[in-house]
């Protein structure tokens, strides 16, 4: 068995621009331009950015319902990029996801025990019987009653939905779950059960998270090792404690010294980044960054930055620290 | 979001365990279908008009095809022919009542047909999207540009019997393309629902996404489509038979009988000729709108 | 804008071409053609005039030959010659065109002239007793098919008060083929044709406008002080009338399947009863040039409707 659970290599996914009369593709645009990182057992990656920075987009390609255009997804030293029909079907048993809206990620025309019966149908798990029976405890284990596999999605609340839609990615015993802004729908008492119901499912079930959220509380709460990404690209890759100590890259450091701290460590000055987010259809040559960064040198405007380990389990790409 | 989501979101658990039976969203629905005044009448008013035409022997002895020589072109004349005789000494009502079995079986047997096909190849082409989506459409289009009537034509002078069943296959074969678009546009909308999403991610395959995940959801819009399709089917046999284009004259529906009052004669002095069609088609056209518009309101409360 | 126009004008090629491929195989694989029936048998040897005839139309060459020398022809301008009517397609255009136009645009005027005011004064006062009334009424006449309330026009206005013809496009006698002339044959039809798709404008137009008369900034327009009447007619009058407008696109295929239906009924020598009268004889030129003008109306149309969306609509860009 492989070291880790998943690696992503060089992960892109460009989306094509047409115009003309003929649809000539004139452009991409670069929602994921080479995302590399590894994901070990038993680990919560957390990944934060401002909307459209391609998060969402790295995790849809992770549980393949978005093809990359280039790179690599290798998850237990299978590469499953190019995994089609049968073996990918067999293959998503590993890998499930948790889905951001309660109100949109369950079919509201089907009963609870429907959809969290479905994935054992599918993958010819479990008799009828024995699928209602794992149905009853797959909602007592997110905290919901057996009876309520009878009801359908409208009767419940939202937090009460993020359970289904949690007991739902549990069904098939997956060693990783991407969830995309799983809590970020929910009000901030809500935010923390359902916090708290995927760190207490993660050390029964011994599962793994990509934890996709641009809320840096949540994703500090949450995580073992965070990632920071801007505009299709990892900026910043560390421990938890070690990024948000020790920030490396200027966008981290300006993206922390925007959350509000709650003791008063006072030792932050807030950094207000100049401009706006490039279009990621015109990323800025060089470093994606330099058109916003402070501390901008020659080098950022020309060259990309290679992703490098800095310090040990602590990787950035930034021109300030190559050699 | 939908008020009837947000206000029954959260009932207390002792509340839910109380309630005996769970009322799943379409069950709701239909519920609220029943409650609609209009919707019932017309379904009833319906529900007669086919009972009628299925139970024509008990209603009249006369049979369609029988001319009645001693009584050609006679009025009203109770009890022998309620609704007059036309120039062959057919009883109007006969004709009535059983070319109502004509048109009725054109369309819902069409309905069903047309409905398959639309939520076959609609549902391929919003899911699949892509060449696929663009292949479908093209042929969309090209039946929605075809001229149909042509198609018909042709279709009778190859096939030496002219029979209902060939007009049911005609119109199958070229009234599919508007549904389809419409069709396709639904399933396109569900292709990004997270739900759909999330069942691809569980491994459900295009089948069973199409058919379980999709086609619940667009249920509503459906019926709505599905009972205007019954209604213009029952437009269209009628245009066919004024043009000329319908099954023989011989063969008892509405649109033939309606046809007699192209003669400006029959049209000014016999009403009893062609008003009976005429009411019937409309009648049968204005329940299946009322209809449509109570499914509409009961599957989408949104909706004004 | 002009880019996508132009992809769309360039579609529209290949999609006429295969119609016109259809529609040649179709009419080449019914039985018998346009001579087959006109035989008189006074003649000493029928069968005889027949392959005459044919040879003369070049009927008896194999089919792609013949579909290569019509698309030539009428890539060139050329729509050949009638069968039976034994004049150039084009000069039988004409005056179909015209008096289908007039049909067109005399409909679709009644339609806006009545549709959308009443639309507008249901939404002024929705739930009202004037709303419910008129609601229920158009429903019933968009409820009744255009053939049969051409049947109660005729019997109207044609057969007891003799006020408007029921038959042809043009009369007779002093004063024939006027605009005059033209206008009072076009009435009953075109009348038969607005009522029922009326309804649909008005009930458009009705929903339209309470639609947007619930959103934000129409409340914002009261609150700071406007009139009704100012409120009414700049700010959601204006934004209403998108959804409608686009109707008028899509309406061109009702109207030309409306047409054909009641031109038959009218004996309206209009491009419907030309396409009918040439599908009875099986006149192929006529078929071939009158089905591809159906088509690109049909297509035109369509596009319209998309342009007028993005011109009405400035959230729109096509590109």
């Known amino acids: 068995m492989s070291e880790f659970l998943l690696e992503v290599v060089d992960l892109k996914k460009y989306f094509p621009i047409t115009a003309g009369v003929f649809r000539r593709t004139i452009g991409h645009v670069k929602a994921v331009d080479g995302v590399s990182f590894k994901l070990r057992h038993g680990e919560t990656l957390g990944l934060v950015g401002e909307s459209g920075c391609g998060k969402s987009t790295t995790g849809r390609m992770i549980v393949r319902i978005l093809q ?43 009963a609870v025990g429907d959809i969290l019966a479905e994935p054992l149908v599918i993958h010819r798990i479990a008799s009828r019987r024995e699928a209602d029976q794992r149905v009853c405890e797959l909602l007592e284990t997110v905290g919901l009653r057996a009876e309520d596999r009878l009801r359908y999605p409208h009767e419940f ?94 966008y981290t450091e300006a993206l922390l010294s925007a959350v509000p701290a709650p003791k008063r460590e006072g030792r932050r000055q807030r950094i207000i980044l100049q401009g706006d987010v490039p279009s990621p259809s015109n990323p800025p040559q060089g470093c994606p960054f330099h058109p916003r960064c402070p501390k901008v040198m020659d080098p950022c405007r020309s060259q990309r930055p290679s992703w490098r380990e800095v310090r040990a389990g602590h990787w950035t790409a930034c021109h300030l620290y190559e050699q | 979001m939908p008020a009837h989501l947000t206000s029954s979101a959260t009932p207390s658990p002792a509340a839910v365990s109380r309630r005996r039976t769970v009322k799943s969203p379409t069950r709701l629905a239909l519920e609220r279908f029943l409650r609609n005044r209009a919707a ?22 006369w049979d369609p095809s029988y001319q009645d020589l001693m009584n050609t072109d006679s009025p009203p004349v109770w009890p022998a022919h309620p609704l007059g005789t036309d120039a062959n000494g057919i009883d109007y009502l006969a004709r009535d009542l059983y070319g109502g079995r004509v048109d009725f079986l054109i369309g819902f047997v069409d309905m069903a047909v047309i409905m398959l096909i639309s939520i076959v190849l609609g549902g391929l082409a919003g899911f699949y999207g892509g060449w696929v989506d663009a292949v479908i459409m093209r042929i969309v289009d090209f039946m929605m540009n075809f001229p149909f009537l ?110 007699g009052a192209q003669d400006f004669f029959v049209l000014q002095s016999e009403p009893w000729a062609w008003l009976p069609p005429a009411g019937l088609i409309f009648l049968t056209i204005l329940c299946m709108n009322f209809i449509s518009d109570g499914l509409r309101d009961a599957f989408d409360p949104c909706f004004d | 804008m002009v880019t996508y126009i132009t992809r769309r004008l360039l579609g529209m090629i290949p999609m006429l071409f295969a119609i016109s491929v259809f529609v ?51 890539v060139t301008g050329n729509m050949g010659n009638s069968f039976t009517l034994h004049r150039p397609v084009a000069e039988l255009l004409g005056p179909a065109l015209e008096n289908t136009l007039m049909l067109a645009v005399l409909a679709e005027a009644m339609i806006i002239v009545l549709g959308i005011p009443i639309g507008i004064w249901q939404a002024r006062k929705p739930y009202s007793a004037f709303d419910y009334a008129s609601s229920t009424a158009l429903f019933v006449v968009y409820s009744t098919p255009y053939y049969i309330l051409a049947f109660f026009l005729i019997y109207f206005f044609a057969i007891e008060l003799q006020w408007f013809p029921a038959q042809n496009a043009v009369g007779t006698g002093p ?86 239906i009641l031109e038959g009924l009218f004996s309206y020598q ?39 969306y993005a011109v009405v609509d400035p959230r729109i860009r096509y590109n």
């Open chain 2, 40 to 61: 019932v009448g017309s379904l009833v008013v319906l529900c007669l008009i086919v009972l009628a035409s299925l139970c024509a022997p008990l209603l009249t002895h």
């Open chain 3, 175 to 260: 004063g024939a083929g006027s605009l005059v002339d033209h206008l009072h044959h076009a009435i009953l039809p075109a009348l038969s044709l607005a009522l029922s798709s009326f309804a649909v404008y008005s009930r458009f137009t009705r929903a339209s406008m309470l639609d947007v008369g619930r959103l934000d900034y129409v409340r914002t327009a009261y609150a700071k002080g406007l009139s009704e009447n100012r409120v009414f007619f700049k700010h959601v009058f204006r934004n209403a009338m998108i959804p409608v407008v686009t109707q008028f696109g899509f309406d061109i295929g009702n109207l030309v399947a409306g047409a054909v």
């Open chain 2, 150 to 259: 042509l198609l018909i034509i042709v279709l009778q002078s190859l096939v030496p019997a002219n029979t209902v069943w060939l007009l049911i296959l005609v119109i199958a074969a070229t009234g599919w393309a508007n549904i389809t678009r419409f069709m396709r546009g639904l399933f396109l909308n569900l292709r990004e629902a997270e739900y759909v999403l999330a069942a691809r991610i569980v491994g459900a395959g295009a089948w069973r996404i199409i058919l379980r995940h999709m086609l619940p959801n667009v249920l509503g819009p459906l019926m709505v489509q599905a009972t205007l399709l019954v209604a213009n089917l029952i437009f269209t046999e009628a245009a066919l038979a004024i043009l000329g284009f319908d099954v023989p004259v011989t063969v008892p529906t509405w649109g033939n009988v309606l046809k």
């Open chain 1, 68 to 110: 990359p255009t280039q790179g690599r997804i290798v998850f237990e030293g299978h590469d499953i990029t190019n995994l089609r029909g049968r073996r990918l079907r067999d293959m998503r048993r590993q890998f499930q996801m948790v889905f951001q809206d309660p109100f949109a990620s369950l079919n509201p025309k089907m």
């Open chain 1, 157 to 250: 609340s939202g937090g009460q939905r993020q359970r289904i839609g949690i007991a739902r990615a549990l069904a098939l015993n997956p060693k990783l779950i991407v969830a995309d802004e799983a809590v970020s729908a929910l009000d901030v008492s809500m935010q923390a059960q359902i916090l708290n119901l995927l760190t207490e499912l993660k050390r029964t079930f011994r599962l793994s998270y990509i934890f996709i959220s641009h809320n840096l509380a949540v994703v500090r709460h949450i995580s073992d090792r965070v990632g920071v990404m801007y505009l299709g690209q990892l900026v910043e890759l560390a421990g938890k404690a070690d990024l948000f100590n020790n920030p490396l890259h200027p």
């Open chain 3, 24 to 74: 040649f195989l179709l009419m080449h694989m019914a039985p018998g053609n346009a001579f087959t029936a006109i035989l008189d048998p006074r003649l000493k040897d029928p069968e005889q005039l027949q392959k005459a005839l044919e040879q003369a139309a070049g009927l008896d060459r194999p089919l792609p030959w013949q579909y290569w020398h019509w698309l030539q022809q009428f």
């Open chain 3, 270 to 308: 209009g491009m419907g009863y030309l396409f009918l009268q040439a599908v009875y004889n099986r006149d192929y030129p006529v078929i071939m040039a009158t089905t591809l003008i159906f088509a690109v109306a049909i297509l035109i149309g369509n596009l319209v409707a998309d342009v007028l």
